[in-house]
Nanobody, 124 residues
Framework: QVQLVESGGGLVQAGNSLRLSCAAS????????MGWFRQAPGKDREFVAA????????YYADSVKGRFTISRDNAKNTAYLRINNLKPEDTAVYYC?????????????????WGQGTQVTVSS
């Protein structure tokens, strides 16, 4: 089992930056791929970014490339998602995800563990 707790969301103005954190416990963090998904109002949850166990490989949805950066600190059992130049369309609940497979972490139906989500609201 893996327990995930997100933090760092809030109300921000467009153009600003934000860093979300995901603290993990319960499984050897260094053996777990981590990812982020988001769900905007009235829309399905969508994949945003993923990072491999070591942090050496990352993968992003095309819609966020260049503005979003996923990272992890295995010593702190924490994954991060930095969002630059926030836009109103980034408004969503952001979910942290964990899975033993770097391939599966990108596919919502394959992900084993989820956090409760953190709300990000971007005002124009």
């Amino acid at each position: 089992q893996v327990q995930l707790v997100e933090s760092g969301g809030g109300l921000v103005q467009a153009g600003n930056s934000l860093r979300l954190s995901c603290a993990a416990s319960g499984r050897t963090f260094g053996r777990t791929a981590m990812g982020w998904f988001r769900q905007a109002p009235g829309k399905d949850r969508e994949f945003v970014a993923a990072i491999s166990m070591s942090g050496g490989s990352t993968y992003y949805a095309d819609s966020v490339k260049g503005r979003f950066t996923i990272s992890r600190d295995n010593a702190k059992n924490t994954a991060y998602l930095r969002i630059n130049n926030l836009k109103p369309e980034d408004t969503a609940v952001y979910y942290c995800a964990a899975d033993p497979s770097f391939r599966n972490i990108r596919v919502e139906n394959e992900v084993d563990f989820w956090g409760q989500g953190t709300q990000v609201t971007v005002s124009s």
